[in-house]
């Protein structure tokens, strides 16, 4: 993956895109040096994302179980954006 920067991004975005297209090239987008995000093919991106069925239920049901576990008072999202308000 090569690494571009932003603002050599917006001088040659019509020349990058065409090589993401044709070469499937890959590249990271960097700000003052920093990873911000990728430009990729858009099969490369599904294939990132991608997740089974069942590891989502998993995910899902280890999340209610840490959720279960918390302690503390309870409060409603009524009461939470009542107080941000003030």
């Given at each position: 993956m090569?690494?571009i920067g932003?603002?050599?991004?917006?001088?040659r975005v019509?020349?990058?895109?065409r090589?993401?297209a044709e070469?499937?090239?890959?590249?990271?987008i960097?700000?003052?040096?920093r990873p911000?995000?990728v430009l990729?093919?858009?099969?490369?991106?599904?294939a990132?994302a991608?997740?089974?069925g069942?590891d989502?239920?998993?995910?899902m049901l280890?999340?209610?179980?840490?959720?279960a576990?918390?302690?503390g008072?309870r409060?409603?999202a009524?009461?939470?954006?009542?107080?941000?308000?003030r």
């Open positions: 090569k690494d932003i603002r050599e991004l917006k001088a019509s020349e990058l895109v090589h993401v070469e499937h090239t890959t590249y990271t960097t700000r003052r040096g911000v995000g990729a093919p858009s099969d490369y991106v599904a990132q991608q997740v089974s069942s989502a239920w998993k995910r280890a999340l209610a179980d840490r959720m576990k918390q302690t008072p409060k409603s009524l009461q939470e954006l009542v107080k941000m308000r």
